[in-house]
């Protein structure tokens, strides 16, 4: 079970399910190697407009950031068998919850 105060978000790809966490590390890694900043990456994730690179170097980040030993390849090889658009929607998930303020989940709201 995902440690949600830590940032995790569990994904499935496949028959499988994963814990992944966007570190703040891993967040500059992904913008180093894309070249775009993490909330233009969303807004383009948003408009449809990502490759499969950036899908990759994502979803490895994130399945490295939950504790999972897996490298590029390991990533590649998943993307494969669970299809393009499972792990598209996969790290859709993981930048929303990344990039949310889960703190507005669980404080109540003043009534009015």
Avoid: F, W
């Avoid at 490759?51 to 999972?68: F, K």
């Avoid at 990533?75 to 919850?97: F, K």
């Amino acid at each position: 079970m995902p440690n949600l105060l830590r940032g995790e978000t569990e994904i499935t790809l496949g028959s499988d399910t994963y814990t992944c966490r966007l570190t703040l590390d891993a967040l500059m890694k992904i913008e180093a190697a894309t070249g775009i900043g993490i909330i233009k990456m969303a807004t383009l994730m948003g408009e449809g407009d990502i490759s499969l690179s950036h899908i990759v170097t994502i979803l490895h980040l994130a399945l490295r950031g939950g504790g999972n030993d897996v490298n590029q390849k390991d990533t590649t090889n998943l993307i494969e068998s669970s299809g393009i658009v499972s792990a598209t929607a996969a790290v859709a998930e993981l930048l929303t919850s990344t990039l949310t303020d889960s703190s507005e989940d669980t404080e109540k709201k003043p009534e009015e």
